[in-house]
């Protein structure tokens, strides 16, 4: 056989393999799985899980489409190298778990997937915990990942140096690494080296989860065409919370030592450029994506209140002109909730009490929507978004760039005791102690997206003593009982609008049960 034909013959079985759906051979490779330390994370419904650390290193050929890639040394094969720190959270034996990866993408430096699917009601956890909490995601089989990407926060990228000797990274191949990262753990048997894949053959199905940062980043890679290598998708849903309407500037060679995604516009500087640029939308993107011939993931995408005062959500849903809202894609949903705060923290130095709604039953909830929706195509609930307005010349709301000169920033609209109407609410909402997700001061980057929780008067004489003109609880809701049916009311309705999972609602209304406002005198 001559060597054209047999090249002619591995093209048409390749072809024929990618039609069938099994994956061929990407141009870049996972080299290397060093898993440095491995510990029990405890007992869940499906088994033992474990806890491993390590790095992961790979290399890239020089004609990726990833800014001054060229530029960056190569090894002796010709292909440039990385490195990155990995975690993995797993089932002893992987194929006892649901048969989904989820891969984490981290939010500088920092894991989120515990806050976002294990926190509990009362301590909700921040960035940056590996604690187990409440077992949610390890309870439901869920094998987790965690694959760094970032500049100076335990991604080791390609360097060069530009022709005034300035050191340059190239950032870009921080979206290589989380796909050559998840297709390899979805995939692959070994790496190079022969190190085994400690999830082969258990993986049908790989999603991707992102918080603010997090979230931009996977936007980013899957309008940059990162979410297709070796003829197949890397990602089959992507779960991506408060992104509003930005994206990631990392599509270019940084000096360091800092990432170029490590920050974002702000009331001090509200022109910063690279976030709030071109592409706004989720229907642009996915037009995009379409229009390379690609079959796009499935997304969840969930906003807060507070995203609208202080991220200019308002933009991911007109664009950078007017008013009129771009339809949102079928393979998209799209939630506001209502109340909700981009962050939910226990200590921080605002002037305003600190909001405090836990919205995560509703990221279990569209989680286990995500994964139905990637493995049996069964649709989740329709989108439902709060109606908005536009902020005017509001100077608690970040105005919009002077470079998006038609840009019209909205807000959500609000009921006479300031909580936004419409939207994903969740009983705290729908039988409210007071407003939540106001905006609270000082405008600085942590209190901007922290947002205020401001408490309704107990009774009459409290409104009176305060000058406050809310209504009082004692008036709202005669007796405790009244309460606690009002909330257990919403968390039913809720559970049947499939946004509330049975456990969350109970948690929900024991919480109502507990509440010390009708007492009458010190227990």
């Not at 009601?121 to 990942?145: H, K, N, S």
């Not at 849903?317 to 007017?322: I, L, P, Q, V, Y």
Request: a neutral charge; one cysteine or more.
């Amino acid at each position: 056989m001559t060597r054209a034909r047999f090249t002619a013959m591995v093209l048409t079985i390749a072809s024929l393999l990618i039609g069938i759906g099994f994956p061929v051979l990407a141009e870049a490779e996972v080299t290397k799985l060093e898993i440095t330390k491995k510990q029990s994370y405890g007992t869940f419904r499906p088994g033992e899980f474990e806890f491993w650390e390590g790095r992961i290193s790979g290399e890239l050929r020089p004609t990726e489409k990833i800014p001054d890639i060229e530029k960056a040394p190569r090894n002796a094969d010709g292909l440039v190298e990385y490195s990155a720190k990995i975690s993995l959270i797993f089932l002893q034996n992987p194929k006892n778990g649901n048969g989904v990866l989820l891969v984490d993408i981290p939010n500088r430096g920092r894991p989120y997937a515990q806050a976002l699917y294990n926190s509990p009601r009362d301590e909700p956890f921040e960035a940056g915990t590996t604690e187990v909490g409440t077992g949610f995601l390890q309870d439901r089989g869920f094998a987790v990942a965690e694959v760094q990407w970032e500049l100076g926060k335990g991604a080791d990228l390609p360097m060069f140096l530009d022709s005034s000797g300035q050191k340059r990274f190239v950032e870009g191949v921080g979206f290589a690494i989380v796909r050559d990262a998840a297709d390899f753990l979805a995939h692959a048997t070994s790496d190079k080296s022969g190190v085994l894949n400690p999830l082969h053959g258990a993986i049908k199905w790989t999603l991707a989860s992102g918080k603010s940062q997090s979230g931009r980043y996977l936007k980013t890679f899957l309008l940059n065409g990162f979410n297709m290598t070796g003829g197949h998708r890397v990602f089959d849903g992507m779960h991506v919370f408060v992104s509003a309407a930005g994206m990631l500037p990392i599509m270019q060679s940084g000096t360091g030592p800092q990432s170029s995604a490590a920050e974002v516009p702000t009331f001090e500087n509200p022109e910063f450029r690279g976030v709030n640029e071109k592409v706004l939308t989720i229907g642009d993107i996915i037009e995009r994506v379409k229009a390379r011939g690609e079959n796009p993931p499935r997304m969840i995408l969930i906003n807060s209140t507070t995203d609208y005062f202080s991220l200019r959500a308002s933009l991911s849903r007109t664009g950078a002109e007017g008013t009129t809202e771009q339809p949102i894609p079928d393979n998209v949903r799209v939630y506001d909730i209502a109340g909700a705060s981009h962050l939910v923290l226990q200590k921080a130095n605002c002037e305003l009490p600190l909001a405090r709604l836990d919205w995560s039953p509703i990221a279990r909830a569209t989680l286990l929507h995500l994964e139905d929706w990637v493995a049996n195509g069964t649709e989740p609930p329709k989108s439902r978004l709060m109606p908005l307005e536009a902020a005017k010349n509001d100077p608690t709301v970040l105005r919009a760039p002077s470079y998006l000169p038609k840009a019209i920033i909205e807000i959500p609209k609000r009921d006479e005791d300031g909580n936004a109407i419409g939207g994903v609410r969740l009983p705290d909402m729908e039988a409210p102690l007071g407003a939540h997700a106001q905006q609270n001061r000082p405008l600085s980057f942590t209190c901007m997206l922290a947002g205020a929780f401001i408490a309704f008067p107990r009774t009459q004489a409290d409104a009176d003593a305060a000058h406050d003109g809310h209504r009082p609880v004692l008036e709202r809701y005669r007796t405790h009982n009244e309460y606690v049916n009002r909330i257990r009311t919403a968390a039913r309705q809720l559970a049947r609008d499939g946004f509330l999972l049975p456990d969350d609602s109970a948690i929900i209304i024991q919480s109502a049960a507990e509440n010390p406002l009708w007492r009458t005198s010190s227990p």
